[in-house]
C-alpha cells in the first residue's frame, strides 16, 4: 500500500518534519531502505545506522530527531509506532470470500457470507465462522468450533472440538488447539486413559505461533486471555489459565492447571509445573522452571548461562565436591564445641 508522510503523521498522531508529500509505500531497516520505505530506530546503539540511512523517512524520539539526513516521524515510541505503520504498509490481502472448490463444509456448519475458506479446509458440523474470518489451505475447524470477526487461521491450523476463539485472533500454520490433554490414571494393569472433556476459550486480539499446542480442558476449559501473544512451539496443557497481554517466547512450557497472571513475560525454553499460581506482572527468564507459585510481581531466573566447556567442567567437579565439604565443615564445628 502506498501513502504519503502526511497521512502517516496525522493517523499516527506523529510530528513530520519534512515533505508531507514524501510517499512510501513499505517498511525496512535503516541499513536497507530505500526512498519510498519507512524505517525507525529506538536502539541507542544502531544510531550509526542512522546517519547514512536513505529511507523515506524514518520514526524517532525527539531527541533523535536532530541527527537525521531524512524527513523525521517524531514519536514518544518508536518502535510501537513503527509496528502500526508497518501493519497498515503491509496489510494482509483482501479477503475473496466463499468457499474453495476443494474445501468442505459440512451441513450444520455457519459459515458468514464474508468469510474465506481456503483449499482443501473442512469446517465440520456445528462450527462457527464468523464475519471477514479466513480459514486457511488445509485448515481443520472440528465440530462445536467457533471463529470470531475477522480471526485468520493462516495454514494447517487444526481446531479439534469445542473449541471457542475470539475476534482479530491470528493463528500461524501448524497450531493444534482443543487436542487432548495428557490425562492418564495408572492402575495395576496399565495405563487408562483419562477422558478430555473440556474446551478450550480464546479471548480477542490473540497471536497464536506455528506449531504451538494449546490442550483442551480436562473438565473445565482451557482459558487463554485477552491480547496473549504465544510464540512458535509453546506448549499449553490441560486447564491452564493465562491472563491478559501474557507473552511467551518459543519452547515454553506451562503444565496442567497452572494458573498464569497477566502482563506476564515467559522468555524461551521456560515453563512451570502443574497446579500453581503466578501473580500478575511476573517476568521469567529463559530456561528457567517455576516450580512454586509466585504472588509477587518481579523477574525469576534460573537455571546457569553457557561458559566455556573447560570452565564447566571445573564447576562441575566443585559442586559434585560440596557435599563432602559440608561434611568436613561439619565436622569442624562439632569438634570444636
Known amino acids: ?4 508522510l502526511g497521512d502517516l503523521a496525522e493517523q499516527f498522531d506523529c510530528e513530520l518534519q519534512g515533505s508531507p508529500a514524501v510517499a512510501v509505500d513499505h517498511v525496512d531497516s535503516l541499513v536497507n531502505a530505500n526512498a519510498t520505505a519507512v524505517s525507525f530506530l529506538s536502539n541507542a546503539a544502531l544510531k550509526h545506522q542512522l546517519l547514512d540511512t536513505a529511507a523515506g523517512a524514518v520514526i524517532l524520539r525527539r531527541d533523535d530527531a536532530v541527527d537525521s539526513p531524512v524527513p523525521v516521524l517524531i514519536s514518544k515510541d518508536p518502535y510501537a509506532t513503527y509496528a502500526r505503520i508497518a501493519a497498515v504498509l503491509h496489510a494482509p490481502r483482501a479477503l475473496t470470500p466463499g468457499v474453495h472448490g476443494s474445501a468442505v463444509v459440512a451441513e450444520g456448519a455457519s459459515l458468514a ?3 474465506e475458506v481456503a483449499a482443501h479446509a473442512v469446517v465440520e458440523a456445528g462450527a462457527e465462522i464468523g464475519e471477514d ?4 489451505p488445509g485448515c481443520i ?3 462445536n468450533c467457533r471463529l470470531g470477526r475477522g480471526s485468520r487461521l493462516l495454514a494447517n491450523v487444526t481446531l479439534v472440538t469445542d473449541v471457542e476463539i475470539g ?4 493463528v500461524h500454520p501448524g497450531a493444534v488447539i482443543g487436542a487432548d490433554g495428557f490425562g492418564n490414571a495408572m492402575t495395576p494393569a496399565g495405563w487408562v486413559k483419562v477422558p478430555q472433556v473440556g474446551g478450550v476459550r480464546i479471548g480477542d486480539d490473540v497471536e497464536i505461533g506455528a506449531n504451538t499446542t494449546i490442550d483442551c480442558g480436562a473438565i473445565d476449559d482451557t482459558v487463554i486471555g485477552n491480547g496473549v501473544r504465544l510464540d512458535n512451539l509453546v506448549m499449553i496443557a490441560h ?3 493465562i491472563g491478559e497481554h ?3 517466547a518459543a519452547q515454553v512450557g506451562i503444565a496442567g492447571s497452572a494458573r498464569i497472571g ?6 524461551g525454553h521456560a515453563g512451570t509445573v502443574g497446579h500453581i499460581e503466578i501473580c500478575d506482572d511476573v517476568v521469567v527468564t529463559g530456561k528457567t522452571m517455576i516450580t512454586k507459585s509466585i504472588t509477587k510481581p518481579g523477574a525469576y531466573s534460573a537455571g546457569w548461562a553457557g561458559e566455556p566447556a573447560k570452565s564447566w567442567a571445573k564447576t562441575v567437579a566443585r559442586v559434585r565436591r560440596l557435599g563432602t565439604l559440608l561434611d568436613r565443615v561439619a565436622k569442624l564445628e562439632k569438634d570444636k564445641r
Open 133 to 136: 474470518c479466513y480459514v486457511g
Open 246 to 248: 501474557t507473552a511467551m
Open 167 to 170: 475476534e482479530r485472533v491470528l
Open 1 to 4: 500500500m502506498s501513502t504519503t
Open 239 to 241: 486447564n491452564v489459565i
Open 141 to 143: 475447524v472440528g465440530p
Open 262 to 267: 497477566a502482563r506476564c513475560l515467559f522468555a
Open 113 to 115: 457470507a464474508s468469510a
